[in-house]
């Protein structure tokens, strides 16, 4: 709700009133507030106005059309808003309005000019009022921006009305504030501090309010400005001065964008892997987190966690989520002082390695470890000295900036962590910037054990920066931070908060190659470790880093692997994660090799059409850069049309060492086979295995393959005779989800959930005419009814189903509208787990909320039969956007991650999933002749030492 108060074309200059340069102060308040509704459709707005000299009233409610709203800004009248600045009295009124109070000041105006739909026989209609079948909504809150170009004046009429009114609430008298009761009123509408006030308690939830002032012009005496800031204060939103035009638009903007900020844990927790014993799991859980606005320059974090006999802690080791699977806002995470914990939890702007950075006294002493690629793609550091001796002047910088000259050099300071703008009004220019770590949106953090005790983390953030971090011992500290020079264009829109801009950085995921030559599981003599990412939405380009040394890493290749250079003519933005293998290929047999999708065509974001790049995968030599494959549409022969965003499932189907198979996906619904028979590239072949892309259906994950046997049942008819007959068949099962994660609030595809029989067990050479038959949806059997758990209590029916399964190629199962697949499946115990995200669907929520709330889940289904062996099918989860189901071991116990959402009646055991294990190939049948599926006791984890040889080429041992 805004209204605007006085106006005129004379403004107060030194004492003396002039003609305003800009126009009066009506017209550049209509403007501004005509800007604000257009870019905010998404937001209900109201509007109020004065009565000359005596209060207000409500022009139009909360709700109204936009163009209705606009309609009557454009067409106010100057005469009709002079006389007094009542903003008391009026702000009384809409205390009346949102209580469902009788009208006072309104009655004044002739009905005609009153929003008649706000009012009933006297009485106004609360905004928060709610009418039968009209959902709860997620935020129940009303901000009154009020803007003024004058202190309050003939303005004393409700005073008593007010002293009253928070007598009542608060057993004492209210003190005014420059002889004025704003602030008073203000503090009705809020509440106290810490009070969770709620003004309208007829519905189920908290109804509450908050107070936002913009004083306006410089004619703008201190005594108003008093009176705002207190209200604001008081009112529990903020005060801003704005002198000219653009000041009072971005002021409006500032408004909204406070409005707005929900605190967000979209990306995935992520448990850390510890290399030195790949049997067992860190005890560390890292929640990378950000906070959405509605400008560029969105808050991140990266807090610590750990779990405990299954449980979530905090630092004092109480449990630290909620039955909601959100931190617990009573949470105190690690890296925090001993000395000094606080209640951080799920709050973005505390704690974690946020709050590290600012503290952090090696930022205005340049001590920083912040560093570049410049001059042949050696690393320098990152400071305006070393950027202006690369490009030889500003002029040349500001290009690759896309800034003016004057500004490279506090667009460098400002990026390093430096507060050049004195954010934090505290006076100094060079003190650390409160919001150094940049969101994270799709970069997950990665752990390397270095030995003794020394963890580094490495993320990437859309500041545009990779962080490596060091946890030791629960203290941290920041090894350094890496930009790549490619990114510098990002800085100025994000220290300018450009409005309705997203922009993005090192975006993509994270591989690390720790070549551990003597297998003792620390970093020393001969070690290697290197660490590869794309960059995602931020470009089109991979980088390796030679991390063996964490404190001193060195750019691999001489600089990136880039879109359309050389040989990488397909690339496309790089979403794919480069994966580390082996390949028998004549001249690479000992040689690590990086294996990658060519990456998502931005035709995919407005179309279903095919793509002009991204189309195939790569095959690199991980440590030259150097293109070992290509198989894409223009340097391979790859015969599919779109791109090819997702990560490739490597196979070693000989168990030789050598990965001799890959499995991809497309963004058109399509699933690929890739052969790589024999050490000659030309006998490489491929073909397209299934085609499931119907109505812009697309795959974004990794298709996950499992090899395994399934009791193939065969019906055979003589006669009047039916008899069935069973063998026990080798296939590998391709397990993918469908669901397009650029469009998560998408309602409008059927996403599903497949199992795909791929039969051909064997890795050869397909000769054009041995191709199987391409597999399509009709060819596999719908499992949302759960067939085989109706007739597992008669062996024949079950038998009988089982005959029809083995004529089909697989299963699928219907996801609801909306819900999507969120990451690639996995197979555990002959168990297929799948995870999902579920959008809130209820008007109520669209937007309001958040950019994309909703529920994340966990699926589990029997492998061959996709029928359940839980007790549900779905659960939720504790992530809203789950990661791909891995297992954690406690005590020979295995349990699924990601963690489900807590049951509020649950008492043993609430955090945990155990993992089951099924029966079969052949399912068993019990005394009573139903058919047993699944074990009933967990799946329990049993170590032996094993081994796996890959002779070497100068090797003669063996």
Known sequence: MAFSIETGKACRDKGKLILCPEGSRLEVAQEAMIKLINDNTDIEFGLMRLIKGTGGYIVHGIGTNHN????????????????????????????????????????????????????????????????????????????????????????????????????????????????????????????????????????????????????????????????????????????????????????????????????????????????????????????????????????????????????????????????????LSTAKTYWQSNSNLIADGGYVEKGGVNTYLAEQSSIPNKGRKVITNLSGGRMLNFTAYR?????????????????????????????????????????????????????????????????????????????????????????????????????????????????????YGVDGPITVYFDDKNEDGIVNNDDRVWA????????????????????????????????????????????????????????????????????????????????????????VDAETGKQVWALTNSEGGFKGQHSIASDIHLLDSDYDGYTDRLYASDTGGGVWRVDLATNNKKNWTHFQLAKLGNNNRRFFYEPYVSRTLFSKVTETTLGDETTYSRIDTPFDAVLIGSGDRTDPLNLKVADKLYMIRDVNTVTRSFEEEEIPDLIWQSDLMNVNSDPFAKVTDSLED???????????????????????????????????????????????????????????????FHLHYGTKVYDWLRTPTAAELPDTPTMYVEDGDVYIFPLPNKDPNCTENCEKIAAKVVNGPTPSVDENGNVQLYDEEPLKLEVHQSYIYKQERNDNSL
């Open 68 to 327: 209705a709203i606009k309609n009557t800004l454009r067409n106010w009248d100057i005469t009709d808003l002079e006389l007094g600045t009542p903003l008391v009295e009026t702000i009384t009124e809409t205390w009346r309005y949102l209580i469902g109070d009788d009208l006072f000041f309104a009655n004044l105006v002739e009905p005609a000019k009153r929003d008649s739909s706000t009012e009933s026989n006297g009485k106004y209609i609360s905004p928060f009022k709610q009418n039968s079948g009209d959902p709860v909504r997620c935020d129940n809150s009303v901000n009154i921006i009020l803007m003024t170009d004058g202190e309050p004046y003939y303005d004393v009429g409700q005073d008593k009305y007010i002293e009253n009114l928070y007598k009542s609430i608060y057993g004492i008298s209210p003190k005014k504030v420059g002889n004025s009761h704003l602030p008073s009123m203000a503090t009705i509408l809020h509440g106290k501090e810490k009070e969770n006030r709620d003004i309208y308690p007829e519905t189920s939830v908290v109804d509450g309010a908050n107070v936002y002032t913009i004083g306006f012009g410089k004619g703008l005496v201190k005594n108003a400005g008093d009176i705002l800031q207190a209200t604001a204060d008081n009112g529990g939103g903020s005060y801003i001065f704005a002198e000219s035009a653009k000041a009072l638009s971005d002021a409006f903007d500032d408004v909204l964008t406070d409005i707005r900020e929900v605190n967000s844990t979209f990306s995935s927790p992520s448990v850390a892997s510890n290399n030195s014993d790949k049997l067992s799991h860190r005890d560390a859980v890292y929640f990378p987190m950000f906070l959405p606005s509605n400008d560029a320059r969105w808050r991140g974090n990266l807090k610590k966690l750990k779990v405990s006999g299954g449980v979530v802690v905090d630092a004092n080791l109480a449990s630290a989520l909620g039955n909601d699977g959100a931190i």
């Open 387 to 503: 950027v202006i001796i690369h490009y030889g002047n500003r002029f040349k910088a500001a290009v690759d900036f896309d800034s003016d000259p004057d500004e490279v050099f506090d667009l460098i300071n400002w990026s390093r962590g430096l507060d050049v703008d004195d954010e934090d009004q505290d006076g100094s220019t060079d003190d650390s910037r409160h919001d150094i770590f940049g969101d994270v949106l799709h970069s997950k953090p990665v752990t390397i054990d270095y030995g003794y005790n020394d963890v580094r983390i490495l993320i990437g953030t859309n500041a545009g920066y990779l962080h490596m971090f060091r946890d030791r011992n629960d203290v941290l500290s920041e090894s350094w931070a890496f930009m790549p020079a490619e990114l510098y264009s990002i800085i100025k829109p994000l220290r300018d908060k450009k409005l309705h801009t997203k922009v």
């Open 532 to 619: 590869f990412f794309g960059l995602r939405r931020g470009g089109s380009s991979y980088y390796g880093l030679d991390i063996t040394n964490p404190n001193s890493p060195s750019l691999m290749w001489g600089g990136p692997l880039k879109s359309g250079d050389g040989k990488f003519l397909e690339l496309a933005q790089t979403w794919s994660k480069p994966q580390i293998t082996f390949i028998n290929l004549k001249g690479y047999e000992d040689r690590p090799l990086l294996v990658f999708g060519a990456g998502y065509d931005t035709n995919k974001d407005n179309s279903i059409s095919t793509d002009s790049k991204g189309r195939g995968l790569y095959i």
């Open 798 to 860: 079950f038998v009988e189903l089982e005959a029809d399964l083995a004529e089909k190629d697989g299963w699928f199962y219907n996801l609801g509208w909306g819900e999507k697949a969120t990451s690639k499946a996995t197979v555990l115990g002959g168990v297929a787990y799948f995870t999902t995200y579920k959008p809130d669907t209820s008007s109520s929520s669209d937007s309001q909320c958040s950019i994309a709330e909703g529920q994340g889940y966990l699926y589990a």
